[in-house]
């Protein structure tokens, strides 16, 4: 699994975990080190991630409460900036023989990602939202 997250002006460190990812997990390896420092160095952040299950974990939601979130609709890829941060990222990618090299390819091109390139997908969340309004939470150009 690799977290990650993205802000106007900044980003967060990438962080490869191997094995499979559980609520507590999740806290202990993520939240903690990661998500606290990253939201409180941010006041007006709003952080959004999906239902995975780990994200949904009451000690998730727990560990959460005292952040800003939105409510998540259950099939909006479209308003997932950092899912399409990821897809630029794919399309990067060159092949890897052995995962110690995919994580060091991922986190390179995550470290030479303009940061423009997330300032243009936040600056475009009005009409993603706006857009997914119209499909009545459905599948839009984005």
Same mark, same amino acid.
């Given at each position: 699994?690799?977290?990650?997250?993205?802000?106007?002006?900044?980003?967060?460190?990438?962080?490869?975990?191997?094995?499979?990812?559980?609520?507590?997990?999740?806290?202990?390896?993520?939240?903690?080190? !990661?998500?606290?420092?990253?939201?409180?160095?941010?006041?007006? %952040?709003?952080?959004? /991630? &999906? #239902?995975? =299950?780990?994200?949904?974990?009451?000690?998730?939601?727990?560990?959460?409460?005292?952040?800003?979130?939105?409510?998540?609709?259950?099939?909006?890829?479209?308003?997932?900036?950092?899912?399409?941060?990821?897809?630029?990222?794919?399309?990067?990618?060159?092949?890897?023989?052995?995962? !110690?090299?995919?994580?060091?390819?991922?986190?390179?091109?995550? %470290?030479?990602?303009? /940061? &423009? #390139?997330? =300032?243009?997908?936040?600056?475009?969340?009005?009409?993603?939202?706006?857009?997914?309004?119209?499909?009545?939470?459905?599948?839009?150009?984005?």
């Amino acid at each position: 699994m690799v977290w990650r997250a993205i802000a106007y002006d900044s980003r967060s460190t990438l962080t490869v975990m191997r094995g499979t990812l559980e609520g507590q997990l999740y806290v202990n390896d993520i939240f903690r080190p !990661h998500v606290g420092s990253f939201l409180n160095g941010l006041p007006e %952040a709003i952080f959004q /991630q &999906d #239902n995975a =299950r780990p994200h949904t974990a009451r000690v998730a939601q727990d560990f959460l409460r005292h952040f800003q979130l939105p409510p998540w609709l259950a099939r909006s890829p479209d308003l997932s900036l950092v899912e399409h941060v990821w897809n630029q990222l794919k399309r990067q990618m060159r092949t890897c023989h052995s995962v !110690h090299d995919l994580e060091l390819v991922v986190q390179d091109l995550w %470290a030479h990602l303009p /940061q &423009d #390139n997330i =300032r243009c997908l936040i600056n475009s969340m009005p009409d993603r939202v706006a857009r997914c309004i119209e499909a009545g939470g459905g599948p839009t150009r984005y």
